[in-house]
């Protein structure tokens, strides 16, 4: 799901908003965090949390998991309404990136409870080694997902043409397996190793396919994404429905309207912060909104909650809360579930995670329709021929860097890894694009690529592959014979 959500991104509007994006899962993760956590912790010292109580420790591990905003829930409803495409890239870029945030946060609270428990390293040094792991975590997904995706555009390059488009297809699926499981395999985000090397091939493995192959890929992998999607939230609301056992229902009615806040003042503030700062790409007001309530928590925290450290709830002959030591002092989490008469905290955290997955799926999920259009945010958009002449006069105004990146791009990563007989349409139409004002001249220069594509057999029935289209009006919406 997440790798064809990178391959059919909009590369344009991605790197336009990429600062807006790396804000809001970055620092706007960290202020929902320490607001859910430093609440939680308060609610629990005062007993207000039900049968289940946390310490400082313990209540912001609980609070980064549930802060985890999941890119499938979230790529699942956007992508069905066809939302506005500048909103939805940001929502659908923060939630992908949020989720390697929460889980860097939630490694460095529950080292810190399990510090507490082997008394190994000093609060600084545990720091530091917090900070180095987040840095790897980060930058060894994306640099995974970005050799993955340049491995696979070579292959495809140099084979493409002894492959028919199934072949094509099967081999750009294997290799974004690659991306994710050599991402896991080394305890880091698959998701983010996913996501990169999906947009690393959107940018370079796309243009050694024809069309009609392009449009094939894209129908297998959205095919596979959509059955994928089915399957992850048909597993999600079986585990509810059969193995909540622990759930504090208490403690869920606090979580549920914390972290609706915690998303509040994650989006707003930073939202106006982000307009002052560029005042030429708003979010507007509605739009802020729209972010706010598509904060759709799902498998993401619940596979993080399946792993919170374990131990029995005690109470003491007061009937204060207490955290079982060892003979040195150490925290004990471990738990029997037949001998903890309270019950055991993991159970407690997996199951209030799952009553908010499922509230947040139904609330907000199932509102999303009527909030988008309360707020008069156009949904059932495609990107038009109007639309790309947009972004490529856009592209005159481009600072220096990405002016420089361009020119590296075409001069030495486009020859290395585009077939020469590509490169045409590929790049260099799009540069001639550039500084043009008339519309008459950019609509000749787009024709001339579409002839151009012809004459490679790009737009004929059947060439190039072993399934043929029938290309009506508009290509974008041939139908398989």
């Known amino acids: ?7 059919s991104l909009s590369l344009s509007r991605f790197f336009k908003r990429i600062g807006k994006i790396l ?12 607001f859910i956590g430093g609440s939680l912790y308060g609610l629990s010292d005062a007993g207000l949390t039900g049968q289940f109580a946390f310490n400082l420790p313990e209540s912001f591990a609980f609070a980064a998991l549930i802060s985890a905003i999941d890119p499938v829930a979230t790529l699942c409803t956007f992508g069905c309404l066809k939302v506005e495409p500048n909103l939805s890239v940001t929502i659908m870029g923060e939630s992908v990136v949020n989720d390697a945030v929460s889980l860097a946060l939630y490694r ?4 810190f409870i399990l510090e507490k428990e082997s008394h190994s390293e000093s609060n600084a040094a545990n720091v530091f080694k917090q900070m180095g792991y987040f840095l790897w975590l980060i930058s060894g997904s994306t640099l995974i997902g970005a050799i993955v995706g340049l491995l696979c555009t070579f292959q495809i390059k140099m084979v493409s043409q002894r492959m028919g488009m199934n072949v094509q297809a099967t081999v750009i699926i294997l290799w ?9 395999a080394l305890q880091i985000s698959g998701i983010i190793a996913s996501m990169v090397c999906g947009i690393i091939m959107n940018h370079f493995c796309k243009k050694n396919l024809a069309k009609e192959q392009k449009a094939y890929v894209n129908k297998v992998l959205l095919l596979i994404a959509s059955f994928s999607d ?21 403690l869920v009615l606090w979580l549920t309207p914390l972290c609706l806040i915690g998303r509040a003042l994650n989006v707003f503030p930073l939202s106006a912060v982000l307009n002052k700062a560029d005042p030429k790409d708003q979010i507007t007001k509605n739009e802020q909104v729209i972010m706010w309530h598509a904060g759709l928590r799902g498998a993401i925290a619940f596979s993080i909650a399946l792993h919170f450290p374990d131990r029995c709830v005690l109470k003491d002959d007061d009937g204060e809360w207490l955290v079982p030591l060892d003979s040195s002092g150490g925290f004990v989490y471990e738990c029997d579930p037949a001998k903890c008469e309270n019950g055991c905290l993991r159970g407690a955290v997996i199951d209030t995670t799952s009553m908010i997955i499922l509230l947040s799926v139904f609330m ?3 509102t999303t329709k009527k909030m988008l259009d309360y707020m008069q945010i156009q949904t059932g958009v495609v990107d038009s021929h109007e639309e790309h002449k947009k972004a490529i006069s856009e592209a005159v105004n481009d600072s220096k860097w990405k002016k420089s990146l361009r020119k590296l791009d075409r001069a030495m990563m486009q020859k290395l890894l585009v077939k020469k007989k590509m490169r045409r349409s590929s790049t260099d139409i799009s540069e001639d694009m550039v500084g043009l ?4 001249e950019i609509d000749k220069i787009i024709q001339k690529s579409d002839e151009d594509d012809e004459a490679l057999g790009c737009g004929v029935p059947g060439g190039g592959g072993g399934v043929g289209l029938v290309q009506g009006e508009n290509s974008n919406n041939a139908n398989f014979v």
């Open 1 to 7: 799901i997440i790798f064809q959500s990178g391959y």
């Open 23 to 34: 804000t809001f899962a970055f620092l706007g993760t960290f202020i929902t965090t320490m």
């Open 108 to 111: 460095a609270f529950q080292s």
């Open 176 to 184: 974004s397996y690659v991306a994710f499981a050599m991402a896991e």
């Open 230 to 250: 089915m399957c992850i939230f048909f597993l999600a609301g079986l585990s509810i429905a059969v193995f909540i056992r622990e759930a504090d229902y208490e």
């Open 364 to 366: 907000l999920g199932g």
């Open 437 to 440: 004002d008339r519309e008459d």
